[in-house]
């Protein structure tokens, strides 16, 4: 929340400065004034915070446009999704072809991998 507001009081825009009001040893509450003149407000809701007006910089023409890195259904035939593909904790290995691949790769037999119903 803004402290700056617009003193009802002596009209000037000011800060709010907020005290804390003890009972004893045991906080009970705030007490909310004007840091120009020193008007105290009851509550927060009788507060005239200032409302800031924020700049419009940025439109929808300057957001940012969708990045396509694979083509459509190409992520699915990745090496990863193939049922050849053995997972090892040192290595990823295709189980056709014999040699170590990568999550990402890609080659001309893939074949899809079935999952199991659980």
Not at 50 to 78: G, H, M
Not at 87 to 102: A, D, W
């Amino acid at each position: 929340m803004s402290i700056e507001i617009e003193c009802m009081a002596c009209g000037r825009e000011s800060l709010l400065k907020r005290e804390p009001r003890y009972e004893g040893f045991k906080k009970v509450g705030e007490t909310l004034t004007c840091a120009s003149c020193g008007h105290e407000y009851a509550s927060e809701e009788e507060v005239p915070f200032k409302q800031k007006a924020a700049p419009k910089v940025f439109d929808a023409s300057d957001a940012p446009r969708t990045i396509k890195v694979f083509r459509e259904n190409e992520a699915e035939t990745l090496c990863r999704h193939c049922k050849h593909f053995v997972v090892n904790p040192f290595l990823q290995r295709c189980g056709k072809h014999g040699r170590i691949v990568e999550a990402t790769d890609s080659c001309r037999d893939f074949e899809k991998k079935v999952l199991p119903k659980i």
